[in-house]
Every structure is written in C-alpha cells, then in structure tokens.
C-alpha cells in the first residue's frame, strides 16, 4: 500500500451515506432471495417520457453536422457554448435576468460544483486564517461533508423545529438567533428543495441569509438541483433567488441525465470565473455530449413543459402516498412526526424520544424486508451532541405505489414494537 497524504487518507474514507449504501448493498447480495422494498436509492426512477426525450435528442443530434464538433473536439473549460446559450436565455425571459455567458458555468455533475467552491473560497488562506464553509440548517445533503479539503472547515447550525403535534407534521426553520457568518466565513452552502428533508426555506429565508454574507463578500451557494424551472421536484411555490453573492447551482441528474454529469452554475461573474479556473485545472471540461442534448431540450421547451406535467406530479404522489399510509398506520399516541413534504425525493420521519439509535431501527426494518437510510448521516459539519440526529429516517420516494404502502404499514409496525418494549 502507497504512503498516503493527510488528504489522500481523508479521501479514501467513505463518507456520509456512501458507507451505508455499502452496507446495503452488501445486504441485498447477502439476503439473495429475500425480496427487500429498497427505498434507500438517491437515483431518480426513469420515467418513459423523460427517457424518450432524451432519445429524441439525441436522435436529432446524430442527425446533425453538429455531432462530430460536440463529441470529436475538446471544448471550452466554461462549458458547451450552446447550452450555455440556451440557459442565458431561457432563465433572462423567465426571471427577467440580464445573465450574459459569462455569468454561466457547466461543470461535470453539482457535486464538483460544491468541490470547487468549499475548496476556492474554504480552508486556509495564505495569511493562515481558516475560512469557514457553513451550512446555515442542519440536516442538508450528505454530499457536503466530503467536499472540503480541510474537514474542520466544515460547520453546520441546528435549526429551530415548527411542530404541529395533532397532525404529526413538522418542519425545519434556519435559527437566525445562532447562525453566524462572519469575516472568518469562506461560503455558504443550503440545498433548496433539500435532500434529505424536502424542506424549501421560503424565499424570505434565503434572501436573508444572502444578505448576512453580502457585507462579508462571501458567496452563498444555493444547491438547486431539486428547483424549478427543472427538474420542478417543488410541491410548494417558490421563487429562485438571484443576484449579488448568490451562486444559483442546477443539476440535470433529477431530469434524467445523472449519468452524464451535468452541473450549472449561475452567479457574478468574478466568482464564476474562480470557479472555471477550478474546473480547468481539475478536468478542462465537462463532456459534450449531454450538453449538446440539454440544449435542445431546453431550447424546445421540451425539459420544462416535462418537469412541471410528469416529474413533479409523478414524486407528489408518491409522497401522497406515504403520508396517508403512514397516518393510517402509525400509532396516534407516539411522538412520530413527517417533516413537511415540499419538494425533492425523499421523506423524513423524525421517531422523538427513540429507544433505540437511529442506526438500530435501520437494522430492524431491514429484518421485515425494508430498506431506508438512518438520519444520522445526514448532519455534516454539526459536530454538537443533538438526539435529534439518532431520530430520523429518510425514506426515498422511488419505490412502486405498493412499495411504498407496504414499507410504510411495516415501518408502523416496527416503530410501535420498538416504542412499547422500552
Ligand atoms: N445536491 C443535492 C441536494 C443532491 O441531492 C445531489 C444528488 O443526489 C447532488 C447535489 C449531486 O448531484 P449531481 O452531482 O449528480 O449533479
């Protein structure tokens, strides 16, 4: 085994959900003939007319002179002027923007995206100061906690909790009264719908947070890869915010494309440049390919008219499901709680005052046959003891009708049993 760097180890560990997703899989090979219901899967469901658009896209590509420039050539290192193109346009007609292409950048896949931006703007500067990267609401994507270069730059708040104890329902709020950023904040990042949750902070929200780093010149990245105009995962209004420091980031993986790692940012063009410059010295460019096709589709009109009329109602009511199932069959007298369903893949079902660790009730629902991912994974950068962490589940949304009924009548089942053995 080579020698490794103090970041050649750190990138070696499986972080966050990655080393669930091993044990899960080493659970289905083990448990051959077993059948589990799966709803741990971050990997969106293929939906046939989100699949066809694609073939048809691609369709028009082959047929065109523009094939062998888009997958025969090396490009620019901002991205596939064509895409770039159809996005400056489209969001300037939709939002009344004055985006140019220099305020556009096409990375391979968001995750990257945030790579980029916790390594440019957090860690050390050349004085020796450590800036921060700050999730301002804690749970947010497990991604996030991979990123950064220099782990101790990671730091993520708890937030307040709305509770509507007769509906069973709550939802997450930024604590203002403790969030702090400051000279010593590199950036901050949210994801808005959020993984793992499904939380939209309202638009008020994010222009607040916004402004706390604007006199700081600290960019605040809004992971918008559940957003609209696509792939529209929002199943409540929201407007996205623009402007001054915010970097707006969109991802085509919800809309079909995960595989060929597509990732957008929008922002000042100063920032977007440091970031290019990132891009360039890790990969020199996205692949092409996708590009090509994504601007055709939003061209067309085609991606947008899809995400509102097929893909947002498609999760909604699979979320419908969910809670109705699980308001039918979770005990009323245990203190279980359904974060509010606004937007994004997922569930989140927070079990207060849990026997066991969140850790155990994963393995317990495993043994009747179903598979989600235990909360804890889900709180990078919040080092801070908080029970709350061991409490939560979050369930994917990309399992049949039946899957998800069915999970959810066992899930009761197993909450009720864990409950009253305590
Ligand atoms: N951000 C969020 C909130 C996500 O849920 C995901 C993927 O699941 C990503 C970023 C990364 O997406 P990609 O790198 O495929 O664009």
Redesign the pocket.
Known sequence: NPALTKIGAQMSNLTGVRAIMKDIIETLRAGAGQQFINLSA?NPLILPEVEQLWRDCTAELLASSEYGEVVCRYGSSQGYAPLIEAIADDFNKRYGLNLSDRNILVTP????L?FYAANAFGGYTNSGELKQIVLPLSPD?T?YGGVCLFPEALIAYKPTLDIDATAHRFKYRPDFSQLSITESTGCVIL?RP??PTGNVLSDEEVKKIAALAAPYDVPVLV?S??APPFPALNFTEMMPVFGGNIIHCM???KVGL?GE???IAIGDENLIHVLECFQTNLCIHPSRYGQAIAARAINSGALVEISKTVIRSFYQNKFTILESTLDATMPKDLPWFLHRGEG?IFAWLWLQDLPITDWEFYQQLKQVGVIVVPGSTFFPGLQEEWQHKQQCLRISLTGTDEEIATAMQRLAKVAEEVYQRA
């Open positions: 971050g896949g968001s995750q990257s945030y994507y991604g994801s959020s993984n992971d890869a559940y991802s085509l993986s995960p790692r597509i990732g994004a």
